[in-house]
């Protein structure tokens, strides 16, 4: 799995905005999904992540108003923004999940990271 995140940008608050993850290996339908995302001086923290099969998972803070999704054929997982605000000011990283369920929100079972991809929002 080789993954890279694209999509970032500068929007106001408000604004959606759509990342794109792409895996350039071959194995991307094997794995599990995972989106983080990293403010200055902060830790990364989980945001979304989709299993293979497609069930979901959201952090508190982004849920209904974040999408997270996956397109097999294309090797792509998605995470669409929307109600953007400036708490959600980060670098946005994608990686795949390495370990059990009871993981996904864990940032050390994840791997293959992308190299992230920023998201700034004005007030």
């Known amino acids: 799995v080789q993954l890279q995140a694209f999509g970032g940008g500068l929007v106001q608050a408000g604004d959606s905005l759509r990342l794109s993850c792409t895996d350039s290996?071959?194995?991307?339908?094997?794995?599990?999904m995972g989106w983080f995302r990293q403010a200055p001086g902060k830790e990364r923290e989980f945001v979304a992540a989709?299993?293979?099969?497609?069930?979901?998972y959201y952090a508190d803070s982004v849920k209904d108003r974040f999408t997270i999704s996956r397109d097999n054929a294309k090797s792509t997982a998605y995470l669409q923004m929307k109600g953007l605000n400036p708490e959600d000011s980060a670098v946005y990283y994608c990686?795949?999940?390495?370990?059990?369920?009871?993981?996904?929100?864990?940032?050390?079972?994840?791997?293959?990271w992308g190299q992230g991809t920023e998201v700034t929002v004005s007030s």
């Open positions: 990686a795949a999940h390495r370990g059990i369920l009871s993981t996904v929100r864990v940032v050390t079972s994840y791997c293959c």
């Open positions: 989709i299993r293979r099969g497609g069930f979901t």
């Open positions: 290996g071959r194995a991307f339908s094997n794995y599990g």
